[in-house]
């Protein structure tokens, strides 16, 4: 938000795993740690109830999406995690990854052809080359030459694009009916981030604007998720 369109992103995917094997049980313990610490909702059940057998085909579907602009990989990235870490869908296979793309507004076509492709298979393996060559701690951000962990705080975000060259806008902060058109739904501390808000404010502003039947919470166990109704 503070940077605007001079901070383009270009999503490269690391692969998180190319086969689960024994329990999840020590890694959903962890991100239930995360979720706790960044206070992003997160439903785990999935990963007791019918876990996915590879994030690869995930990856691959966002670069299918990529295709089609990095708006549409953007949306797509996002409606993949919801999915997958709040929305208990398991998303390892052709037909849920389409139907992740149909949520997303991409042209579902064009979408089911390019994910089909070589191509694809070659972008991705491209970017897996580039994260394991480096060395890339997953997540992470790189701003020019300077990597910086995604846990960071958002001043090492800040600081990394300056010295990239990027500039702020010097734009107010939108109000949270504006962020939730923007990026269509957001966490509670998303919200707070995007509009600099309190917790406490951007709470009393969202259940007002949900009473208002301007936004629909939706509960994800730890959490909830907005979005203009």
Not at 8 to 13: E, I, K, Q, W
Not at 103 to 119: E, I, P, Q
Not at 133 to 160: N, T
Request: glycine share 8%.
């Amino acid at each position: 938000m503070e940077f605007g369109n001079d901070v383009p992103f270009t999503y490269v995917m690391g692969g998180l795993a190319r086969d689960y094997e024994g329990g999840h049980g020590a890694r959903v313990q962890r991100w239930l740690d995360l979720a706790a610490a960044s206070r992003m909702p997160f439903d785990p059940r999935l990963w007791t109830e019918s876990p996915i057998r590879t994030t690869y085909p995930a990856c691959m579907a966002v670069k299918a999406a990529a295709e089609q602009g990095t708006e549409a990989a953007e949306r797509y990235l996002r409606a993949a995690r919801e999915g997958l870490m709040c929305g208990r869908r398991r998303l390892d296979a052709a037909e849920p990854l389409a139907d992740v793309a149909r949520d997303a507004d991409l042209d579902l076509a064009r979408f089911r052809l390019d994910l089909d492709s070589n191509a694809i298979v070659e972008a991705f393996g491209a970017d897996l080359e580039e994260t394991r060559s480096q060395g890339v701690e997953l997540p992470a951000l790189r701003f020019g030459d300077a990597l910086v962990p995604a846990a960071a705080p958002y001043e090492e975000w800040r600081a990394a694009a300056l010295a990239a060259g990027a500039e702020p806008t010097g734009e107010p902060p939108p109000d949270p009916l504006t962020a939730l058109r923007r990026f269509g739904r957001l966490a509670t501390v998303e919200v707070e981030a995007a509009c600099g808000l309190s917790n406490q404010a951007a709470e009393t502003e969202l259940w007002r604007l949900a009473g208002d039947g301007r936004v629909r919470p939706e509960r994800a166990l730890t959490g909830t998720l907005w979005g203009p109704a």
